[in-house]
């Protein structure tokens, strides 16, 4: 979701900046501040530990800069290893300085869940379909840098699946189904469609299959023509730009864990159970109230940019435009083509849906409205009729 090709129409300098966004924002400026801060030698604030305990969604304030200098090492770990990796692909083709760049910037921008290129005209990583390595490194960088801090951590002092906490038993059952069970939807949509799969061996179709798993929840890389898609894949696609990735992470979306909460309690509900019961733990009903204002305002928030991009750009059809918006919301960007053809009022309201994106639908409603009511009154309970 580019205005202009990044490959082609930026210079190396231009390229670096971007690249250093891409890091900015997938991390946090909080983050880099306290980067900044601890080698500076300066003191953490009281303040600044509450900010990046919001900003990353922890439980509390007890040992949030020393998580923090973990996601930094942790991040450029595996951005490092990831770099290593892609250079053994991109050093033939390309040469030894050019080669490694172009490692260091994709394995960024895939950690990040950027989904910026350098190969040029707007063709992402199409040309590599068929490179496992290049297809299963980007893939795994995206899946680490779109499963959070905080459930590396606990991976990291890895003690058995049942001693995790619940919430990284969500992000992790979570993550896999949707891979799981994308990556066979896609295979079955797209195996067939000669603008996509159809011409592809069986390697190229399962790598392609998986990668357009893994990718529309946040990342934005594409090994396939979205803009030849079947409906049915175009739509799957929506979806998964809808859900995003997990809480503290480098992705957008409602997330993972709200997702699973959701489809656990409409569970629940079908079996007449009161509370929504999950690996043998009770969810807090704030919780469940918290997953369905998220739901429920990135829904609306795609539907009015849906309506206003229908507005200013009405040459287009629902199905691109719907896709636009919703790829804006979960910060992929990936697009049908129609990018760089929209209005500047189309490309503004993009813009700000993909801070919206980023910011978070609860957040964002919770920053627009009033103070919260210091009432405690609780009135008698009303039956009404639904469904």
Known sequence: MVTVDTGTHWNYFGKTVIMLLIEIGGLGF??????????????ITLKER???????????????????????????????????ILSTQFIPEFGIGKGIYYSIFHSVSAFCNAGFDLI?????????YNNSVIILTISLLIIIGGLGFYVWQEIYNFRGFKRLSLHSKICISTTSI???????????????????????GLKGKMLSSFFASVSPRTAGFNSI?????????????????????????????????????MFMTILC?????????????????????????IVVIGFLIVTI???????????????????????????????????????FAGKIIIALTMYAGRVGPLTLALALSNKKSSRNIKYPEGKVLVG
Request: aromatic share 10%.
């Open 120 to 128: 040029g005209n707007y063709s992402s990583i199409t040309g590599y």
């Open 305 to 343: 940019v849906t309506m206003l991009l229908s507005i200013t750009d009405s040459a287009h059809s629902f199905e691109n435009l719907l896709y636009e918006a919703t790829s804006a919301f979960g910060t992929v960007g990936l697009t049908l083509g129609i990018t760089t053809k929209l209005s």
């Open 225 to 261: 023509s979205t803009s030849d898609m079947t409906t049915a894949g175009k739509f799957l696609t929506i979806i998964f730009m809808f859900i995003g990735g997990s809480p503290g992470s480098t992705a957008g979306g409602i997330k993972t864990t709200t997702a699973g909460l």
């Open 269 to 293: 509900v079908i079996k007449g159970r009161e509370d929504t019961e999950i690996f043998q733990r009770r969810v807090p009903k704030d919780n469940i109230y918290k997953a369905l204002a």
């Open 30 to 43: 909080m983050s880099f501040g306290t980067l900044v801060a601890l080698i500076l030698g300066k003191k």
């Open 178 to 200: 949707l891979i799981v069970v994308g990556a066979i939807l896609m295979f079955l949509f797209e195996f067939n469609n000669p603008g996509t799969m159809k011409n592809m």
């Open 50 to 84: 509450l900010v990046m305990q919001e900003a990353y969604n922890f439980f509390s304030t007890q040992g949030v800069v020393k998580m923090v200098k973990y996601i930094l090492i942790f991040t450029f770990s595996a951005q490092l290893g990831g770099a290593l």
